[in-house]
């Protein structure tokens, strides 16, 4: 990365083709100084790829629900493609067809002097599915019952492989400066306990994984179905004489295994981002490679905060996109306190553990009643940034996501809330900024606060 402050936008295809390509990216320039577009070149998620979902259209593109499949908005090389069972992916949309989201824009954001990066985010939402996708139905987790789930598994070899096909397309056809990836994903001790999901993954290729760590794969299966059926008698009532955190413990340490399972399938997933940043710079280290890092993993969740040390990410990240968005924060925390007290933490109430739960998770922000209209403030936004800046240290850059325009906010973003962003972003240390979580989301008159707030620092 230059000397130059990083001012990132993530943008999907649908804004190019709602507004065109030269005039979006003049936007981007002129509002606020974007120096990077991150192209969200293979989706399936509209909060990454679609138009606004909560048919709450800001003042430009499209007004109407775009219906979003997803899949390659690029058109994938079948060379690069041999040993995945995953071949063809194009997105069956029909307003993608004949456009490429890479080869048509990266001439005019070059003409602009912008780094250009395709990114991928895979979304903790299960759906949209790529159902239409030949060969993606092989390469799903699978669950404790021995049941196909909902997600693809990261130790698949077809899955896997796949990916490094991708890559290998993106680096060897397109004039490109790198990649930006990450997954939104709860452990599956966290989507029984948070989300009322099903734990995987206990298909043959992870079962071989525990096979050679010596793991009993029957007694961790067994350990989860236990866990499983106690989170929903909790969630249907029962009270457990103990209360509901020891008797989660005491079913956690009668089944060791289902902790090491925990760490194979974390292992699982570090191991593929290695792999990939790895793939990223054999094609050279004039290559970056940004890492995006979910709310719940950097901030929310002990569980996933527990298995992610943030300095681990130097070994494979050259900059960082912690995403913190603070204006959402308050509802979506609210949501999942109040998700935990359902089960492992109903022992208290959502207003009794909240204070707690900023203790030690090292927040300070209001009270869990006046959460979701409050937010969470952009002292947050600097205090995290500080966090993982001094955690990773200066030889990896860390641009804060923010949230201009966000689905399921239960407040307004406003434009003094985005300048407040930018200013919280670079007092806890940021190298610049990443403006999510989507063009097509968020509104011109944000867009333009944050140019203002770029001005006032002399960044741009
Ligand atoms: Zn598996």
Not at 120 to 126: D, G, R
Not at 204 to 225: K, P, T
Not at 231 to 257: M, N
Not at 270 to 286: A, M, N, P, W
């Amino acid at each position: 990365m230059s000397d130059r402050t990083f001012v990132g936008m993530q943008v999907g295809g649908i804004s190019f083709i709602d507004e065109g390509i030269e005039e979006t990216l003049d936007i981007f320039v002129e509002k606020a100084g974007v120096n990077a577009i991150f192209i969200s070149a293979l989706s399936w998620a509209r909060g990454n790829a679609g138009r606004s979902g909560s048919n709450d259209f800001p003042d430009h593109g499209g007004q109407e629900p775009d219906h979003l499949q997803g899949g390659a908005f690029f058109p994938p090389d079948p060379r690069y493609y041999h040993g995945t069972s995953i071949k063809d992916f194009t997105a069956p949309d029909p307003l993608y067809e004949g456009f490429d989201i890479l080869g048509d824009v990266i001439p005019a954001a070059r003409e602009r002097g912008m780094e250009v990066f395709p990114y991928y985010c895979e979304t903790s939402h299960k759906n949209p599915k790529p159902l239409w996708q030949p060969g993606f139905a092989q390469v799903i987790e699978v669950d404790a019952w021995g049941r196909r789930a909902s997600r693809p598994c990261l130790y698949n070899p077809d899955y896997r492989n796949w990916w490094f096909g991708v890559v290998d397309n993106w680096l060897n056809e397109y004039d490109l400066d790198g990649i930006m990836w990450g997954i939104e994903r709860e452990d599956p001790l966290s989507s029984m306990i948070v989300s009322n999901e099903v734990p995987t993954c206990f298909c043959v290729h992870c079962r071989a994984e525990g096979h050679r760590r010596n793991i009993d794969a029957g007694r961790a299966a067994e350990g989860y179905r236990r866990i499983s059926d106690y989170l929903t008698s909790v969630r249907g009532g029962y009270q457990p004489p103990d209360g509901k955190l020891i008797t989660f413990l005491r079913h956690l340490f009668e089944y060791p295994e289902v902790s090491q399972w925990q760490k194979l399938w974390w292992d699982g997933h570090k191991d593929l981002y290695r792999e990939i940043s790895g793939t990223v710079r054999y094609f050279g280290d004039h290559y970056q490679v940004g890492l995006g890092i979910w709310q719940m993993i950097n901030t929310f969740n002990p569980l996933l905060r527990a298995a992610h040390d943030p300095a681990e990410y130097k070994l494979y990240g050259d900059w960082l996109k912690p995403v913190f968005y603070n204006a959402p924060g308050g509802a979506r925390f609210a949501k999942f306190v109040t998700n935990l007290c359902q089960t492992i933490l109903g022992d208290a109430s959502p207003s009794e553990w909240t204070p707690i739960l900023y203790k030690i998770l090292g927040l300070d922000e209001a009270a869990f009643e006046d959460l979701p209209p409050a937010g969470f403030s952009p002292q947050y936004v600097a205090d995290f940034t500080r966090r993982y800046v001094d955690a990773v240290g200066p030889e990896v850059a860390v641009y804060p996501g923010i949230g201009l325009g966000v689905e399921t906010v239960a407040r307004d973003i406003s434009p003094a809330d985005c300048e407040a962003m930018v200013e919280a972003s670079f007092d806890g240390g940021a190298g610049g900024v990443m403006i999510s979580r989507n063009y097509s989301e968020l509104t011109l008159t944000n867009l333009a606060a944050v140019g203002n707030a770029l001005r006032r620092l002399g960044k741009i």
